[in-house]
């Protein structure tokens, strides 16, 4: 076959403070930069979806025609101009036509200025172009806000399996395979889909831990000879729209397979209900631990800033667990990475052993949080550059800004003039920080960063300081949810 390829991604928080411009998705903000044409295709050696299924596709003896490759770090709202533009990259291929199928590497939470389902609105376009002859095949991230329209106007869909997203090659791999059998079998898919009635938190979605690790055993079980393909999306839940949530779906070669299948696994999960929710530490209470259990380990103890975390639409900058570091005089600590481009230019103006007085971070606009001021001792400084080697997005080069190393007592201070999630340990070298010999590491992540840095940690923790992604769903003003979905697993219902 003659293959359409195109990939957008993007993950709106729509309770978040920046909005997702075009130049956004040309840096890429930790993922690869934009790209077109026939240089999408050097993405086979990245684990990004598109990667594993360019690899698929040529091996299956495809032809491929690459449009456009484009992601930028979770935000709010994608700007109008940016999602036409891209968008219409993908439309404007598509009217050009001479192909025999579509994918689309997608992300699934995508919320624009003007629409509320990026994905659906794409996939409805494409579609009204392409009718309905020509199969259209989509990877999707597992915190898609699966819709409606998004499951009408796709052939297939298929979502990670993991989180952290280890497997996103794979999955591109199995969205391949997806559309092979697709076309074997003349089109003749059967879909079902349930959509659970709770938001789970972004923390309990972590598949290492239960119960998303039986969730997704069970998933896999359940696939056989009638049942093509099964995924769950346990969503991304701040986007507020009435689609947000939970959603389970799969496709088989009898309509009742593929109902019975996705019944049994929303039953299991729907029953695991109080399973799904996180109990969180204070920043005190997060820092005083792990002091305590650094005392005595050989390797650090990792804390995880999830309420600034810029793969869930927090810039970066936020002071929280700064502060609880310093109050508490902790030693041989490290915390990244703190985005503040001005501070960052001010490192580098200083030089390296320069003492400086900086109000450093506290942009956030979130109650609580402020600039510390103090004087910090020029540590390190780099251009930002750097090849990521840990299990999530290896082989993506990410390009951080100018970049510098701060120290305040025993706490240092890895920042940032671009905004990048704290998921892969060159993030810290290129600060001038070996992870591996700090007792404490401070990361603005939420879950992918266990990828790379369970291996090393003596213990992991998960903090909420103030900032602007709330780890717990309940915890959002929610105006526009389905009405009697629950905020929480089991908390109220909204409406």
Request: proline share 7%; net charge negative; aromatic share 6%.
């Amino acid at each position: 076959m003659k293959i359409l390829l195109a990939g957008f991604q993007h993950e709106t928080n729509t309770f978040a403070p920046s909005r997702a411009h075009y130049e956004n998705f040309v840096r890429g903000e930790g993922f690869p930069p934009m790209v077109r044409g026939a240089d999408v295709l050097a993405l086979r050696d990245v684990n990004v979806p598109a990667g594993g299924f360019i690899v698929a596709a040529e091996a299956d003896g495809h032809s491929l025609v690459p449009v456009i490759w484009a992601g930028a770090s979770p935000s709010a709202h994608v700007t109008r101009d940016a999602y036409e533009r891209i968008a219409g990259e993908i439309l404007d291929a598509a009217r050009a036509g001479d192909f025999d199928a579509v994918y689309l590497d997608l992300h699934g939470a995508m919320v624009v200025e003007h629409v509320d389902d990026g994905e659906g609105e794409l996939l409805a376009n494409l579609r009204a172009i392409l009718g309905p002859a020509v199969p259209i095949v989509v990877s999707l991230d597992l915190h898609a806000n699966v819709t409606r329209r998004m499951l009408a106007n796709a052939d297939g869909m298929v979502a990670y399996r993991t989180y952290p997203h280890i497997d996103m090659a794979r999955t591109g791999r199995q969205a391949a395979a997806l559309l092979n059998a697709f076309v074997a079998a003349g089109g003749a898919f059967h879909r079902a889909s349930r959509r659970l009635p709770f938001l789970i938190p972004i923390n309990g979605m972590c598949t290492l831990l239960e119960p998303a690790r039986s969730a997704y055993r069970q998933l896999e079980a359940l696939e056989n000879g009638e049942i093509l393909s099964l995924s769950f999306a346990p969503g991304f839940p701040a986007a507020d729209f009435p689609e947000c949530g939970p959603v389970v779906w799969g496709y088989g070669r009898s309509p009742d397979a593929a109902a019975a299948a996705v019944d049994v696994l929303y039953q299991s999960f729907v029953g695991a209900e109080a399973e799904w929710a996180v109990p969180f530490l204070t920043p005190d209470e997060a820092i005083a631990e792990a002091i305590r259990l650094s005392g005595a380990a050989s390797r650090p103890v990792v804390i995880a800033d999830t309420q600034d975390n810029p793969g869930a639409g927090g810039d970066s900058n936020t002071t929280g667990m700064l502060r609880a570091l310093v109050r508490h005089g902790a030693a041989n600590a490290a915390l990244g990475l703190l985005c503040d481009p001005a501070a960052a230019a001010a490192a580098h103006a200083a030089g390296v052993g320069a003492t400086i007085h900086l109000a450093l971070g506290g942009q956030s606009g979130t109650p609580g949080d402020e600039p510390f001021e103090a004087r910090f001792e020029v540590e390190h400084l780099s251009d930002g550059r750097c090849t990521l080697e840990g299990p999530m997005m290896t082989g993506a080069k990410v390009d951080l800004g100018p970049t510098a190393c701060l120290r305040i007592d025993g706490v240092h201070v890895v920042v940032s003039s671009h905004k990048a999630q704290m998921l892969d340990r060159n993030l810290y070298r290129v600060g001038g920080i070996e992870p591996e010999r700090m007792k404490i590491l401070v990361n603005k992540s939420s879950v992918h960063f266990r990828a790379d840095f369970a291996p090393i940690a003596a213990a992991i923790l998960v903090a909420k300081a103030p900032g602007p992604m709330q780890a717990d769903p309940g915890d959002l003003p929610w105006r526009r949810l389905a009405p009697g979905i629950r905020v929480r697993p089991g908390g109220p219902a909204f409406g």
